[in-house]
T-cell receptor, first 117, second 114 residues
């Protein structure tokens, strides 16, 4: 079963509007971390935001915020005031707390976001 | 200063050849990774080293051999290249201490096997 699900293969948003990219996860661990990365067309992977399972507040980093709903096991990325440079692939990932040194990041399949002028 | 640098950025080669990709990080991290990203953008971990010790070795053909001469370097050697090896290979590094360790990625190596 997929541990990280990104149900939107592609999204469009108008410049200056907000957009939400969905991510749901599946884990039985109490301790875990959720990450969002951006991959523009140039190819590099850029860390955006992190949310810990015990964090009480939703994480925010500039125009990025993470809408963390633990009971629903969702960690949606919200981008406010979209810019043309936000056009990219966005990946959600999770690291579970157990496993010691073998803990891996589990990746979603990504959402391609296109910002229209 | 580039935090995680990998070379070359592009690699075009014939089937059957042997090639290497080099990776270096100057972040003082203790853990390094190799990821493969296929044409559908799916990211798959291949290997991970922590303080030069192999800790993650996914189901990868034996033709792929990682080597970590020290904490700051992790190279990937590929023997007898096949068409299916064409992909983007990313090196990454992190501090393996807590759940919130984030990965810093290199810019990727686009490998094309003809």
């Amino acid at each position: 079963a997929q541990k990280i699900t990104q149900t939107q293969p592609g999204m469009f948003v108008q410049e200056k509007e907000a957009v939400t990219l969905d991510c749901t996860y599946d884990t039985s661990d109490q301790s875990y971390g959720l990450f969002w990365y951006k991959q523009p067309s140039s190819g590099e992977m850029i860390f955006l935001i992190y949310q810990g399972s015990y964090d009480e507040q939703n994480a925010t980093e500039g125009r990025y915020s993470l809408n963390f709903q633990k009971a629903r096991k969702s960690a949606n990325l919200v981008i406010s005031a979209s810019q043309l440079g936000d056009s990219a692939m966005y990946f959600c990932a999770m690291r579970e707390g157990r496993g010691g040194n073998n803990r891996k990041l589990i990746w979603g399949l990504g959402t391609s976001l296109a910002v229209n002028p | 200063d580039t935090a995680v640098s990998q070379t070359p950025k592009y690699l075009v080669t014939q089937m059957g050849n042997d090639k290497s990709i080099k990776c270096e990080q100057n972040l003082g991290h203790d853990t390094m990774y190799w990821y493969k990203q296929d044409s559908k953008k799916f990211l798959k971990i291949m290997f991970s080293y922590n303080n030069k010790e192999l800790i993650i070795n996914e189901t990868v053909p034996n033709r792929f051999s990682p080597k970590s001469p020290d904490k700051a370097h992790l190279n990937l050697h590929i023997n007898s290249l096949e068409l299916g090896d064409s992909a983007v290979y990313f090196c990454a590094s992190s501090h393996m201490r807590q759940t919130n360790e984030k990965l810093f990625f290199g810019s990727g190596t686009q490998l094309s096997v003809l």
